[in-house]
């Protein structure tokens, strides 16, 4: 099968399109023929050697970890899916591989494709719609009639985490710059601060939950628009915010919390729900063959991408 692979640790010139063995499903595992996978940052800063002492990659290695497609073979003790099903799935942390002709992935992670959409609106969900969904609802404890700051609303995650801190009934306010502000109200957010015309974030409302997908202002620049006992929740921990979330309980209510996104199928499901009932959608940026997955990496790499950048593999057409 073809696949896009690095070959060491380095910049998205490293990959190439190789032919490798199909994968065959281990026990619990289906086998995916992959309609469009999509593009996360964590795809291209594996490959790049930032997390090599932490989580070295074996290479050669296939990134990507979203998926849509349709099983084509079930491993022994496959309970919930058939061959011929149509999934949509977050694939292994520790392995990925979506950027192939087809995939292996845990039957748990997997859940049936939403009525209605494209593989490439599916193919956009999985890692940065569960990455806002446990943000949200499991880390921040997100309720109805709460209000919440989404830093970064128009990324990957923030545009998912605007849709579903809306669908949970909290008042959204999101954080972008000015080009995507349209963008961010379309998705239910009722503010928006447009973060190149106003610096910091106010001091009149107080939010809730505090969610920053991005991680380029302090803890301290929030705290003006935090009430008593706030909820922090990052997509990216440092270690001065780790430190500081040890010894915040001391003094404070607040809670510093960060987010390490997991594989469910029971949570897409969740999102599947949203999808059906119109009130989660994929927001595409751009649509890159394949072949073209080095672009896509580069054009994620700039940080301005609006939702998802989408990879088409091999032109399957829609569900019906
Ligand atoms: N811990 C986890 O489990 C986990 C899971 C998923 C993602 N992450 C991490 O979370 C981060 C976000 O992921 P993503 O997929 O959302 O990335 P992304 O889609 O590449 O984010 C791009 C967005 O960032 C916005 N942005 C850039 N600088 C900003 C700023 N100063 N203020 C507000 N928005 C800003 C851009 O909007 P403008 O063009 O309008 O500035 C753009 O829309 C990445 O670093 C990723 O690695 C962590």
Partial sequence: MKALQYQRYGGPDQLREVEVPRPTPAPGQILVKVAASSVNPIDWKLHNGSFRFVKPVKMPSTPGFDIAGEIVQVGADVTQHHAGDL?????????????????????????????????????????????????????????????????????????????????????????????????????????????????????????????????????????????????????????SLIAHALVLPVYSKRRIKMVMVNSSGEDLKYLTNLVEQNKLRTVIDRVFPLEELHLAHELNQQGRTAGKIIVNVGNRDNPA
């Fill in 87 to 239: 999934i949509y799935a977050m694939l292994d942390s520790k392995t990925g591989g979506a950027d192939a002709e087809y995939a292996v992935v845990g039957e748990a992670a997997a859940a049936p494709m939403p009525a209605g959409i494209k593989w490439q609106e599916a193919a956009g969900i999985p890692l940065a719609g569960l990455t806002a969904l446990q943000a949200l609802r499991d880390k921040g404890q997100l309720t109805a009639g709460q209000r919440v700051l989404v830093v970064g609303a128009s990324g990957g995650v923030g545009h998912y985490a605007v849709q579903i801190a809306r669908a949970l009934g909290a008042h959204v306010t999101g954080v972008c710059s000015t080009d995507n502000v349209d963008m961010v109200k379309g998705l239910g957010a009722t503010e928006v601060i447009d973060y190149k015309k106003q610096s910091g974030f106010g001091s009149e409302t107080h939010y809730d939950v505090v969610f920053d997908t991005i991680g380029a202002s302090r803890f301290g620049d929030y705290t003006p628009a935090m009430t008593q006992d706030t909820v922090y929740v990052c997509t990216l921990p440092n270690l």
